[in-house]
């Protein structure tokens, strides 16, 4: 903000991951989740930063770029997950939702953004990355 550059975060959602721990126990569901972190952490640029949001959500940071450059980014690793073939439960999707930072929003308002368009991608079927205010 202080600065006037460009921030996009990412939102994303490992799509029915209840069913893991459902159908395969907790310990394959912290695989999953483990296996998805290095899958990210393999794709994304080397300045971009994953974090665990909560449960199985996790938040992309990513500094000096626009909403479209973000999506990219989404798109990317959406595809990384889609092809990876994970130990406990073989195939596994993501939904994202990509938002720009814009003047005089707080940290509350750039991630609500994001969460209204990973809502929209779950919406449109899932394994799918959606920028916030794009039809």
Known sequence: KRHNRSLSVILLDIDHFKQV??????HAGDLVLQQCVNVLKNTVRQSDMI???GGEEFLIICPETRGEEALIVAEKSRTAIEKFVFDAVGQK???LGVAE???GETLEDLVKKADIALYSSKEQGRN???LYGSS
């Open 21 to 26: 721990n459902d159908n395969h126990g907790h």
């Open 51 to 53: 974090g665990r949001y």
């Open 93 to 95: 999707t993501i939904s």
């Open 101 to 103: 930072f814009e003047g």
């Open 128 to 130: 799918r990355s959606t």
